[in-house]
Structures are given as C-alpha cells and as structure tokens.
C-alpha cells in the first residue's frame, strides 16, 4: 500500500516523462508517462492498457476479432510468457484462438480475462503494468486444476490438470514457430500449482509429507519436458496459506491446523526441489515468489496494505472475493511484489 501511494502522490513527475518502447502509456487506474519516445505513439488497447508502438501518428484502438489468429507484430521485439497454473492464475486463454501479438500481448480473450478476482489478476498486472518490456503472455492456467487428475482429483473430470497445459503447449508453440519465435533466452515459464492438490487431499489417510514428495515429483517430471525443448528460465510460485481463507475458517481448528502443517511441508520440500533442478542442469535460472509469506504479511496486518480486514470478502478493499479467491486489488499487490521481490530487474 506504502508503494501504491508513493505512485499517486508522484503522479505528477511521472507523467512529465516519456514511457520507453513498448512500456504501458495509459489504461484505467494508469498514472504513469502517457507520452512515447521518439518513434513510437502511445496505442490503447483496450480500456485497461495503452501501449508505446513503433508510429508517431495517430493510431487507431485495436478491437476484438475472431477467426485465424493475428500475425505476431513486433514479435521479434517481444519476450514470452508461458504460463501454468489453477484458478489463482486462469484467464481463460486458448491456444486455438487468437495469440498474443503487440496489440494484444494476452491474444485472446479480451483483457482481464475470465478470472476469478473480479478484475485483473497478477498475471494481468505482470504483462500490463509490472513489465519490462514488451511481453506475451500465453497463459495456458485452468481453474481447479491439481498436478495429476490421477493423484488428486479436480472438482470436475474436464478440469485441464498441469500435465494437459503443459501437453497444450508442447503440442503447440513449443517447436518455435514462425508464430512465436521464442527463444531460451527471451522465455519464462511460471508454476503456481498446488493449493488444489492439498486442499483436496489433506483429510486423506496416510504420509502427507511423503505424498507431497509423489506430487513434486510429478510436477518436476513436467518441469522436465519443458527443459527438453528449451525452457531455461522459470518462476515458481508456493502455496500461500489458504488455511487462513474463508472456506477454511469455517472449518474446525483441527481442519485449519492439518491444512497448515501440510502447506509449510509441501513448500518446504518444494524449495528443495527447485534447488536440485537448478544444480543439476545445465544453464538454468530460477526465481521464487513466495506467495505464502506474502499473503500471510497482508493477513497479519490487513489495514496496512489498505484491506478492510483479513476475513471480509467480496469488496473492492477485501482480501478474499469469495471464500478461496483474492480480489483484484490483492493481485495488484501480489504483482507488485513479484516484480520486487522475486524478477527484480529482470528482462521480462
């Protein structure tokens, strides 16, 4: 929130500079450079996001289109995003629809997106507003999924489990085409999976800790095939602690305590992962969101960061917009602190 209201209050200074090639120059809630460098003009995409695009006449606003998708312009300029993830993550992309291009980095649907925050979520925020450069997002995430519908079941069969999205890209895009030509250089692929494959499985009997153990190792075995086709550079999200989320406090203590302990042991042993892949192949970079110390900074002191309360949902300045899901508001947050605290000052 500190942050958020340093933006506004230099609002003014901002706005006297230029915007850079290919940075956000305008959108609802925008309050920063709404003029280009030389070259470039500032073009809305829609009523969430300008952009700086090669021109310096006026442009007209892109509108929305079906049939083939548009070609790739300024892809050669662009860097990827592939996405995989559950609803925290989902805006409804389809890779048989319109892709990402530089009038509309998401491709396809109209931006924010169908996503569960009631507005933009932290993937919307990264492309638009936290970028670095221009970025398209392919973001193949599906609400509900789990890792494996065979390990953990989804609430419904047709839910797109982490190996189906994985499978949608290594069917599609992952070969390079002329379409997107992505490199290992100019590509992220982020993880934030998990919050159903333990919200759905910690009452089961048995190891916990060691079933996180058989989960990990199917998700790294995922992580696997993208490494094999060029993937070098990836961000990884942990489960944030939705023991402390409306569905679950309703719960009784024992339900709240379990799904803790579960969560704190599925991290832990995700951070070891990650350190093991990174050490044993060659040429990767890895990044970590820690999405659990982040909620829980915000649940701890809610009207520090300008929530109304850790438990209130479904408003504007609520954490939670329904029992499980966090508002729009929270992700702008959330995006804020990936970009601070985990990308930093890399290129994407």
Known sequence: MFKALVLIACASSFVAAQQAAWGQCGGQGWTGATTCVSGYTCKATNEWYSQCVPGTGPVPSSTTTTGPPPSPTGSTQANYWFSFGDSYTQTGFSPSGALPNAANPFGNPTYPGWTATGGPNWIDFMTVSQNRSLVFTYNYAYGGATIDAALVKPYTPTVLSLGDQVNQFLT???????????????????????????????????????????????????????????????????????????????????????????????????????????????GVSTWTWDAHATFTKFLNSPSTYGFTSATAQGGTKDFWVDTLHTTSYANQLFAESIRKDALGNSRW
């Open 172 to 282: 599609t895009v992952a070969n390079k085409p002329a379409s997107t030509p992505w490199t290992s250089a100019n590509a992220l692929f982020s993880i934030w999976i998990g919050v159903n494959d333990l919200g759905n499985s910690w009452y089961e009997a048995g190891d916990r800790a060691a079933f996180s153990d058989v989960l990990l190792n199917a998700q790294f075995a995922l992580v696997e095939k993208l490494y094999n086709v060029d993937a070098r550079n990836f961000l990884f999200l942990n489960v944030p602690p939705t023991d402390r989320s409306p569905l679950l406090l309703g719960q009784d203590a024992y339900a709240q305590a379990t799904l803790k302990a579960v969560i704190n042991t599925h991290n832990s042993k995700l951070n070891a992962k990650i350190a093991a892949f990174k050490s044993s192949h060659t």
